[in-house]
């Protein structure tokens, strides 16, 4: 069973940093392309970044853009969203999504995934 795992949520004050981490259970990660997603309370959910399964090549959203980085390690089957200078705008519960894709390319749509984890909460707040 395909089944990617969000870790990693936390609360924390604005300006400070979390590492969210997508671990892979039943496929291989080369194999996929991976998106972050997030939904805040009464919003819509929005992507926030995404990263092919070839060259590392990623999309991040205008809104993180400069203070997220997306990376993988497909030795460890796992993908890391490092989020810095965190805002409460960013509170949000976080998903990680995973889909098979040919290389190279990036998947910045909710649409085009077709599996999902559970999420993770991210609080920023003073």
């Known amino acids: 069973q395909v089944q990617p795992v969000e870790s990693g949520g936390d609360l924390v004050q604005p300006g400070g940093s979390l590492r969210l981490s997508c671990a892979t259970s039943?496929?291989?990660?080369?194999?996929?392309?991976i998106g972050w997603f997030r939904q805040a309370p009464g919003k819509e959910r929005e992507g926030v970044s995404c990263?092919?399964?070839?060259?590392?090549?990623?999309y991040y959203a205008d809104s993180v853009k400069g203070r997220f980085t997306t990376s993988r390690d497909n030795t460890e089957n796992t993908v890391y969203l490092q989020m810095n200078n965190l805002k409460p705008e960013d509170t949000a519960i976080y998903y990680c999504?995973?889909?098979?894709?040919?290389?190279?390319?990036?998947?910045?749509?909710?649409?085009?995934?077709?599996?999902w984890g559970q999420g993770t909460q991210v609080t920023v707040s003073s």
């Open positions: 999504a995973a889909s098979p894709a040919p290389s190279t390319i990036l998947l910045v749509s909710s649409t085009q995934y077709t599996y």
């Open positions: 990263i092919n399964n070839s060259d590392g090549s990623t």
């Open positions: 039943g496929f291989i990660l080369g194999y996929y392309a």
